[in-house]
């Protein structure tokens, strides 16, 4: 017969108590989240006297006419599709070996690589100088712009040096008897068991440039070679820009009221589909973390 503990007063009290703060965090959080769904369906007269609150008032698809009706926003899209994924699959492979290599702790010259990585933490050579070898090295509108200056984040690389010091040591050494490579060792025994570090730095380096706009503002000259985020950034400045001149018609106050929200759930819907997909991997991250052996 199997006896259980049964539950102490207090503790049931901590738990409920628990639940309710914890309730009252998760809904604080998805209000913004909510609201700014509302405001994007929602009617100009309502948005700007405050009646939105976590359901659409005086319901509009104005602006999202607007920009799903636009030829550009949709090359644009697809132009972010194509940046993101490269980016963050030149940045992963980058990432993933120089972790590797600081892993290994008889390593010759290791805490000098390390130190070379931390430096650029803080210290960085500007902007102009950025541009000027950008320009030169001839990668001004193409999608290199925006992946190799960013191929690299000395956050993610930590994270995944420390996740590969993690990995027992005689699983390589096993491998390594049996006559792997070393890139037979990453390949076929390090990565199959890092799949949750490696689905957790794809959603950070992913989110990274999905949300970028700043360097192709920088470095794409063609409308058409642009990222979605710079053709909202451009829609925003416009819309708020003519109804603040005071030349603005009704589809364009619409625009001016809403286009915020809308830009949000446009640029943010993409990535929230991607998590449930990866959320998985920090469950299991979390398992390995804590399993010793």
Not at 31 to 59: C, D, H
Not at 124 to 145: C, D, E, Q
Not at 205 to 217: D, E, I, L, M
Not at 266 to 278: H, M
Request: hydrophobic content about 50%; some cysteine.
């Amino acid at each position: 017969m199997v006896s259980t503990v049964r539950p102490t007063r207090g503790h049931r009290v901590f738990q409920r108590v628990n639940g309710v703060i914890l309730t009252l965090v998760v809904l604080l959080t998805l209000y913004p989240f909510f609201n700014i769904i509302a405001r994007s369906f929602s009617g100009e007269r309502q948005i700007r006297a405050g009646e939105v609150t976590l359901w659409p008032k005086g319901f509009s698809l104005t602006t999202y006419e607007i920009v799903f009706h636009d030829s550009m926003f949709w090359r644009n899209y697809g132009n972010t599709v194509f940046y993101t994924v490269v980016s963050t699959a030149v940045a992963m492979v980058l990432t993933t070996c120089y972790a590797y290599v600081l892993s290994k702790k008889n390593l010759k010259g290791r805490g000098a690589l390390v130190g070379i990585a931390v430096f650029t933490m803080f210290f960085t050579g500007g902007l102009i100088p950025h541009y000027v070898l950008i320009t030169s090295l001839g990668l001004k509108n193409s999608v290199w712009a925006i992946a190799l200056p960013n191929a690299i984040s000395v956050f993610n690389l930590l994270v995944m040096k420390a996740f590969f010091e993690s990995l027992p040591s005689e699983l390589e050494e096993a491998a390594q008897i049996d006559g792997l490579s070393t890139y037979g060792v990453l390949l076929r025994i390090v990565l199959p068991l890092s799949k949750a570090v490696v689905a957790t730095m794809v959603l950070f380096y992913s989110v990274s440039f999905w949300n970028s706009w700043f360097s192709a503002f920088l470095y794409m000259d063609r409308t058409e070679l642009m990222p979605v985020t710079v053709y909202l950034r451009n829609l925003l400045a416009g819309a708020t820009g003519g109804a603040g001149a005071g030349a603005a018609t009704e589809q364009l106050t619409q625009v001016s009221a809403n286009i915020q929200a809308v830009t949000i759930v446009l640029t943010s819907l993409p990535i929230l589909c991607l998590y449930p997909f990866v959320q998985r991997y920090f469950v299991s991250g979390v398992m390995l973390g804590a399993v010793k052996g």
